[in-house]
């Protein structure tokens, strides 16, 4: 059974970091690549950031760039994404997910919700004074 464990939220001031976790079970995280999306409050889930096998990056949107970072170790099955010098509009559930199988260890240029095959539940990330 594939699942995704989302861990590492909580509430954080404005300029402070978080580190989220997504530990993988059921499959071989090595095979794959991984991405975290995010989704506030009426709004549209996002992609954040995507991750290959070779360790090579997408960052999205224009906002999360510089500050956050993706990141994996294959043999513990996580995936990691380090959040630094959060804002208020980076408040949002965080969610863990895998591509689908016919991209395999390659991040879509352009990634979507619908280019994920699996899912975590989410971790909140409040950002707030």
């Known amino acids: 059974q594939f699942q995704l464990v989302e861990s590492g939220g909580g509430l954080v001031q404005p300029g402070g970091s978080l580190t989220l976790s997504c530990a993988a079970s059921?499959?071989?995280?090595?095979?794959?690549?991984m991405a975290w999306f995010r989704q506030a409050p009426g709004k549209e889930r996002e992609g954040v950031s995507c991750?290959?096998?070779?360790?090579?990056?997408?960052y999205s949107p224009d906002s999360v760039k510089g500050r956050f970072t993706i990141s994996r170790n294959n043999a513990k099955n996580t995936v990691y994404l380090q959040m630094n010098s959060l804002k208020p509009e980076d408040t949002a559930v965080y969610y863990c997910?895998?591509?689908?199988?016919?991209?395999?260890?390659?991040?879509?240029?352009?990634?979507?919700?619908?280019?994920?095959?699996?899912w975590g539940k989410g971790t909140l990330v409040t950002v707030s004074s």
């Open positions: 997910a895998r591509v689908i199988a016919a991209y395999g260890d390659r991040c879509p240029g352009d990634f979507h919700p619908s280019d994920m095959a699996y």
């Open positions: 059921g499959f071989t995280l090595d095979y794959y690549a």
């Open positions: 991750i290959n096998h070779s360790g090579s990056r997408i």
